[in-house]
């Protein structure tokens, strides 16, 4: 079994990268390991497709945010000699906290990593580009898209980030002209959210469908239609810690199923787990394609994590 480290050198904070460097001698003092830098972007998701080309067992840990993790899953996705974890050396790690409120210290522990279970999870296809957390359009796309300069800030934390992109973008309007159709949900009109979710948080910790799973074939999507600034002011903090049975169901639609295609004459961003893509129309489906992904010995991702307070 080889164990190849993709290490994104520019996430998280300056002496990260060396504190991760220490622990891998200490959990392997007599090597057999392997230790790659990415330099640019598409950098791991090129050497994690040089990692599995000989076919034999491979770990990968995706050391590095939301954005690392994604470029490995979709270089290994479907790959039975390969499976994927995520070491968090980033300011994200969205993905990480299905596996509880410790889950993301947790996998810093990489003698626990690396004997550690793992299972088959369920993956994303948006447009092409796969994603194994979340899927998000409308104002939520809009906010993650413009986060990372918020994350620059001094002081400023992942969910700190979050709410003061929102509190931007709210500024520029809440809503987009949508289609948008998933099962025998047809809507079109002014559109403020739109999420798909195979794992339970995304934008630094908002959790809005806490009955999703990542192993269960199920997408979990959540479409908000217009509202207005003082029920967006009273109903985002329910949507934010999974209460989205508590909005009116004129308000927030929900389904739970394979597939969904929103469009608009407008662009619009589609953001697949911190990348974003932009086009008129999009097609988010479940993969035929899933992804074999590694966790530390002592947690599991399959109960519900409590809600975040806000």
């Known amino acids: 079994m080889r164990h190849v480290f993709i290490v994104n050198p520019m996430a998280g904070k300056r002496d990260s990268v060396q504190k991760l ?25 090129r050497l994690a497709m040089e990692a599995i080309e000989g076919g034999e067992p491979v770990r990968l840990y995706a050391c590095g945010g939301d954005g690392t993790l994604n470029e490995v899953v979709n270089a290994a996705a479907g790959c039975p000699t390969a499976a994927v974890t995520n070491v968090p050396v980033g300011t994200g790690n969205d993905f990480l906290r299905i596996f509880g409120p410790e889950g993301r210290r947790k996998f810093i522990d990489l003698a626990a990593l690396r004997e550690g279970p793992q299972a088959e999870f369920d993956l994303m296809d948006c447009n092409g580009l796969l994603g194994i957390n979340t899927v998000c359009a409308g104002i939520d796309a809009r906010v993650a898209d413009d986060v990372g300069r918020f994350k620059r800030l001094p002081g400023v934390s992942g969910t700190g980030a979050y709410v003061l992109s929102l509190a931007n973008q ?8 949508m289609r948008v159709d998933m099962g025998p949900i047809h809507y079109e009109g002014p559109t403020t959210i739109l999420c798909v979710c195979n794992g339970r948080y995304y934008g630094g910790g908002f959790y ?20 207005t600034g003082p029920q967006f002011a009273k109903y985002v903090g329910k949507y934010a810690t999974g209460k989205y049975r508590e909005c009116p169901p004129s308000l927030v639609r929900s389904y739970h199923g394979e597939e969904v ?7 619009l961003v589609a953001v697949v ?8 129309g999009f097609t988010v489906r479940r993969s035929e394609r899933k ?8 947690v599991g991702y399959g109960a519900r994590t409590p809600a975040p307070s806000l």
């Open 21 to 45: 460097l220490s622990r891998i001698r200490e959990v392997y003092p007599q090597g057999g390991y392997e230790v790659y830098a990415t330099q640019a972007a598409g950098d791991a998701h």
């Open 170 to 177: 709210v500024g520029k309007g809440l809503t987009q002209p």
């Open 208 to 227: 809005p469908v806490p009955e999703a799973m990542p192993d269960d074939g199920v997408l979990d999507m959540l479409l908000i239609g217009r509202l």
């Open 261 to 267: 295609t929103f469009s608009s004459e407008e662009e």
């Open 273 to 280: 787990d911190g990348e974003s893509l932009r086009g008129h």
């Open 291 to 298: 992804i074999s992904f590694f966790y530390p010995q002592g």
